[in-house]
């Protein structure tokens, strides 16, 4: 059934949680859903692809972006800038496509006051430990960009209560299999089962 709207979902969690290695293991299940390729003015770690992870920009060409008003948000993290493209997302949304966000905390914020609808998912690790463990394990961030990713999330943990669900990232599986119910709950709602209501009206 092809809806009239999509669902914006944002996804929110400390660096190297797993938000990445997630979102690629629900879009290889789902369809009809699209990934907000965010621009960033950080530099691309090893296997990272413009357009495909990120769009990569200069700090003069994302701020030409912040003053042409083009973005839905955006925020900077650990000394660069990053953000989502209200172009992009409003014609999927428009064509009835679910869109995913994958944002830290303070866009996050932005996107709950813009847009109401919005379903919002705060993704953690099983501990604190392991969270510094993948950071190191992924191998792509000096010691000081670990350090400050990890004193980051401890900020990042105070802003769950205004999320709407939870998920922990213990198996990736696990956490796509929460998200998969959280998706097809945000389904089952009665607006947005509007349209096959009227042949019972
Ligand atoms: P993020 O996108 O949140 O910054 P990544 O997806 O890059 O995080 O994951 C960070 C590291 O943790 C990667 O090396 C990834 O392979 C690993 N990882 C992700 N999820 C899990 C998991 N459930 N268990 C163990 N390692 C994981
Ligand atoms: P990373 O450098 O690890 O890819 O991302 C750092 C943080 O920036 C993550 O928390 C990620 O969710 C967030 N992020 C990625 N894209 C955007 C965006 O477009 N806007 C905002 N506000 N945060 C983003």
Redesign the pocket.
């Known amino acids: 059934m092809k809806k009239e709207k999509g669902q914006l979902i944002v996804l929110s ?10 979102i690629a293991e629900l879009f290889s299940q789902r369809d009809n859903i699209y990934f907000s390729v965010s621009y960033t003015t950080r530099q691309p770690r090893t296997g990272e692809q413009d357009g495909v992870n990120y769009n990569f920009v200069d700090r003069a060409e994302f701020e030409r972006m912040i003053a042409a008003n083009e973005l839905l948000e955006y925020a900077e993290y650990v000394n660069n800038y990053y953000g989502t493209s209200l172009k992009a997302i409003q014609e999927r949304l428009d064509a009835g496509v679910d869109v995913l966000l ?1 944002i830290e905390v303070q866009g996050a914020a932005k996107v709950r006051a813009r847009c109401p609808g919005a379903l919002f998912i705060f ?1 953690i690790p099983p501990s604190f430990e ?1 969270l510094s463990r ?2 190191h ?2 191998n792509t961030d000096s010691e000081d960009v670990i350090a400050g990713r990890l004193e980051k999330a401890k900020v990042e943990f105070k802003e769950i209560p205004h999320y709407d669900y939870l998920v922990i ?4 599986s696990g ?1 796509v299999a929460e998200i998969e119910a959280i998706l097809t709950a945000a389904e089952c709602r009665v607006e947005n089962r509007k349209s096959i209501l009227t042949q019972f009206a």
Do not use: F
């Open positions: 969690g400390p660096s190297g949680v797993g938000k990445s290695t997630v994958d993704i392991e993948r950071l394990r992924r990232n213990d198996k990736v956490a």
